[in-house]
């Protein structure tokens, strides 16, 4: 089985910054991608930012030039740094990894205040 297990949420200003973590332990053979996912009340699920292997990272046209997403591959941990949050950044966040399928964590509530 493989766990991923969050941290860093909360609540914070508009204007204001969080970092996401994300641990992946388990029986985890290698990871080809890792990423954040979140999702607002009432939306779907939309990807925030993924990251390679290798280190190339993707990010949603609203993530980008705010979030900045880092791998350590030794320790098959992804963070989410976001700064300049907006409340419309509120959402539950979750940590993704793909490996041999698909694997989710819990989510982690972020909350951004006007």
């Known amino acids: 089985q493989v766990q991923l297990v969050e941290s860093g949420g909360g609540l914070v200003q508009a204007g204001g910054s969080l970092r996401l973590s994300c641990a992946a332990s388990g029986s985890i053979f290698s990871i080809n991608a890792m990423g954040w996912y979140r999702q607002a009340p009432g939306k779907q699920r939309e990807l925030v930012a993924s990251i390679t292997s290798s280190g190339t990272p993707t990010y949603a046209a609203s993530a980008k030039g705010r979030f900045a997403i880092a791998r350590d591959n030794a320790k098959n941990t992804v963070s989410l740094q976001m700064n300049s949050l907006k409340p419309e950044d509120t959402a539950v966040y979750y940590c993704?990894?793909?490996?041999?399928?698909?694997?989710w964590g819990r989510g982690t509530q972020v909350t951004v205040s006007s």
């Open positions: 993704w990894i793909w490996t041999r399928q698909n694997y």
